[in-house]
């Protein structure tokens, strides 16, 4: 599954997306609303609520888990994302080129992750021990028109978990950049 949750300064938007493998479906619902329905917290341990009239996300922080619950006609999630403020992390900031444009971005990596996602009559699991999340939490102001690519993988290599973080953006990565 994919979640985003954004106030791009004139609406604030989410998305839940689900691509289920086996039959090539991908499952959408996209909410829209005033940027006053969506309170960012100041890190990412904070609380997050988003009301739209066709759903609502939030993000709670319980210390040692983060739980993720989408409500909307469509599709409803349950997620659980293990996670501390002790856990390892990656924070960068991204200079763009015009003054007072950046991007700061602390990314809360291979979590491991429990839960489900309903769609319809369908149930899809995410299964303990088998499932991981990332949380791209990030402040900015982004140029009109950016390229930005990233990927992050997650595995178990016997008993060793290992995260691989890829991306690249068109600002300047030269302090240093998340992988």
């Known amino acids: 599954i994919g979640l985003t949750l954004a106030d791009l300064g004139i609406l604030a938007f989410s998305t839940l997306t689900l691509e289920d493998y ?5 499952h ?4 829209f609303e005033d940027t006053a329905a ?3 917290p100041m890190t990412p341990f904070g609380n997050t609520l988003f009301e739209a009239p066709n759903g609502s996300v939030e993000y709670r922080f ?3 888990h983060r739980a993720i619950t989408v409500l909307s006609s469509e599709m409803e999630a349950q997620v659980r994302l293990e996670d501390s403020e002790s856990l390892e992390a990656i924070a960068v900031s991204h200079a ?11 990314k809360r990596l291979s979590m491991p992750a429990s839960g489900t996602v309903v769609v319809g009559d369908t149930t899809y699991d995410f299964g ?7 949380l791209d939490w990030g402040r900015g102001v982004w140029p009109d028109d950016v390229k930005w690519e990233w990927g992050h993988f997650t595995g178990m290599l016997g008993d060793q978990l290992v995260g691989i973080n890829m991306g690249t953006v068109n600002g300047d990565d030269s302090p240093g950049s998340a992988d």
């Open 22 to 26: 086996l039959t090539g479906k991908i």
């Open 28 to 31: 959408e619902v996209i909410m």
């Open 38 to 40: 969506l309170d960012f």
């Open 62 to 64: 319980d210390g040692d």
């Open 96 to 106: 763009f080129d015009e003054p007072g444009e950046f991007f700061y971005e602390n």
């Open 128 to 134: 303990e021990g088998e499932s991981f999340g990332v």
